[in-house]
């Protein structure tokens, strides 16, 4: 496939572009149970691209040795590769290379943050790191229908700190009641961490709003762009937001890394998390100093092979165009919501009128498992996601203990969504489910 070359037109993909992307991805030519894959599950993991295949392998065939340590070529070359990588993914989210931090997943970026806080809360790091510290009488905000990793280390954080959590909560349509956010976003916050896109209901959240209160009391905002770096074009410094963090795997790069933005002033005043080798100036037996963010925060042997292959991710998403993919998968999660709202025993979850939304969908089909919608799919080939996706309390909120969810993709098709609805009819009608 011959990119596009980056631009910021809003026409849509056309089926001859969408076959283009299709063929670069191998697995999407695989057969399930004797029926061609209907891949519906890119919320959870993405496929991944030849050419994102190819980067990690030329890396591994070309420039394979440790960064930032030696002086010999390849160790050079591999250190080259892995900072211009840091440069690449810092240019697609607005924000300069020194506020980019590697780490192994959104969920351990958000753990940095909540443990260098308790760190800070302690005592340790300089100065600058007293304003990060959270004791009894402060408290931190969350919102209802956060993944758990956007939620248990903020409990953890309160649990050490004696600080407060606290929640916005949601409607019943799934948005979020902002009606009292005045009161639950006060001047005792410190923290406020909250969900971009949720992962269970594709609703795109208010961030302004969300971020212009927390200014108005000074406290930190911590966005979980899981669900939205890889549909959206980004623009963090746009977005005012103080911390950011999404997972590789999501948008078209491997496993086994992530990236977690902080403003400059911010990842300077925090004290480390992880410690140990490569984060480190100078070391005696009695204590040791660390180097300047990012470095700071990436301790041992880095994960090198990942982040060329996520910047070969970027770059091909960057070349496609982040508004045109958004525009074509909000095509088609209008067309997921749409069609199983006209199957009788299907619930839709999240439908607030006007939200913006990515192309997600949860639902509930009415006396069936979860399990059993996925596998009555799976058995077709369609593979979707079934449980609670790491969000218990929302679930609980709306009343159900799991759901189903199809999660489109700039390689998703019309056909396959109405393949995957067909399916979903299928199953009403199977186990009788009536109105």
Request: proline content about 3%.
């Amino acid at each position: 496939m011959t990119l596009i070359p980056p631009v910021t037109r809003l026409d849509a993909l056309s089926d001859v572009e969408i076959r283009g992307i299709r063929a670069d991805f191998p697995i999407l030519s695989t057969e399930v149970n004797g029926a061609s894959l209907v891949y519906l599950d890119s919320g959870a993991t993405s496929q991944k691209p030849v050419q994102v295949l190819d980067a990690e392998r030329s890396f591994y065939e070309r420039d394979n040795a440790a960064v930032h340590r030696g002086a010999h070529t390849l160790a050079a070359l591999a250190t080259e590769s892995f900072e211009d990588a840091r440069s690449t993914v810092a240019r697609f989210v607005g924000v300069r290379e020194d506020e980019i931090v590697w780490t192994s997943n959104a969920t351990e970026g958000i753990n940095l943050i909540a443990y260098a806080m308790s760190n800070a809360s302690l005592g340790r790091g300089d100065e600058a790191s007293a304003s990060l510290r959270l004791g009894e009488g402060d408290e931190i905000v969350v919102t209802e229908m956060e993944h758990h990793a956007n939620l248990i280390p903020w409990q953890e954080l309160a649990a050490r700190t004696g600080a407060t959590l606290r929640y916005i909560p949601v409607h019943d349509d799934g948005s979020l009641v902002l009606d009292d956010l005045d009161e639950i976003v006060n001047e005792r916050t410190r923290v406020l961490a909250f969900t971009h896109v949720s992962n269970v209901l594709g609703i795109v959240n208010p961030v302004d709003v969300l971020v212009a209160r927390a200014r108005q009391v000074g406290a930190l905002t911590v966005l979980d762009a899981c669900q939205s770096a890889p549909h959206l074009a980004l623009d963090l410094v746009a977005l005012d937001v103080d911390f950011a963090v999404f997972s590789g795997h999501k948008m078209l790069g491997p496993t086994g890394v992530g990236v977690l933005y902080g403003r400059g002033a911010l990842l300077a005043a925090l004290p480390p998390f992880l410690t140990g080798g490569s984060m480190i100036t100078t070391v005696t037996m009695e204590k040791a100093e660390y180097l300047e963010a990012p470095q700071r925060f990436e301790a041992g042997t880095q994960r090198v092979s990942q982040t060329v292959a996520l910047a070969a991710a970027v770059r091909y998403l960057s070349a496609v165009g982040m508004d045109r993919i958004a525009e074509h998968e909000a095509r088609l999660g209008e067309r997921l919501v749409a069609g199983l709202a006209e199957i009788p025993g299907v619930r839709v979850l999240g439908q607030p009128a006007g939200t913006h939304r990515v192309g997600l969908a949860s639902f509930d089909v009415a006396g069936v498992h979860s399990h059993d919608v996925g596998q009555f799919l799976d058995d077709r080939g369609i593979a979707v996601r079934v449980g609670h996706h790491c969000a218990q309390p929302l679930h609980r909120r709306l009343g159900v203990t799991a759901s189903t969810r199809a999660s489109a993709y700039l390689y998703t098709t019309e056909n396959e969504v109405d393949e995957f609805l067909a399916g979903v009819a299928d199953v009403t009608t199977f186990f009788g489910v009536s109105a």
